[in-house]
């Protein structure tokens, strides 16, 4: 099942590359592995226009988690990332959902691919130019886990 998994995770990474490569966007996609099968399904745009309709989704996710034959879980998707420190004032308000990254001065255009397992989180993730359809530098420059609202999916599972 790991290296499925591996294989799997490599697709929809590279995947996620050429795609923007090719388009300068993304259609945002959930994935995951049920039953020793891919399953991937693209997210409708209007569940990650509000902080709501992105809670909605990201319960939906946890929810297909919660199933013990789902043994991987994932989105990609386009976002605006922004770089502050773990304890700042600023990331607090981020975490909790008192402003969002979108309304921050200091922000930049990524692409991100959120995945799990029971045993873990990863992220990757890179800054882009939609205007030049570009892919650059990674923009968390290492794979551990992502902290926000589409995290931890499979935590309910744990408890």
Request: charged share 30%; aromatic share 8%.
């Amino acid at each position: 099942m790991e290296e499925m998994i591996e294989k799997f995770k490599k697709v929809m990474h590279e995947g996620m590359i050429a795609n923007f490569e090719e388009d300068g966007f993304l259609t945002p996609v959930m994935f995951f592995i049920k039953n020793g099968q891919p399953v991937v399904s693209q997210i409708p745009n209007e569940m990650l226009k509000t902080s709501e309709k992105k809670a909605e989704l990201s319960s939906i996710i946890k929810s297909i988690c919660t199933d013990p034959m789902v043994t991987f879980a994932g989105i990609v998707l386009e976002a605006y990332g922004a770089k502050m420190g773990n304890d700042s004032e600023l990331s607090k308000l981020v975490v909790e959902g008192n402003i969002r990254v979108s309304e921050l001065k200091e922000k930049q255009d990524i692409i991100i691919m959120i995945h799990a397992t029971p045993e873990k989180e990863e992220t990757v993730s890179y800054v882009v130019d939609p205007e030049n359809k570009t892919v650059g530098e990674k923009f968390i420059d290492d794979s551990g886990a992502f902290k926000g609202i589409f995290s931890n999916f499979f935590n309910t599972r744990k408890n």
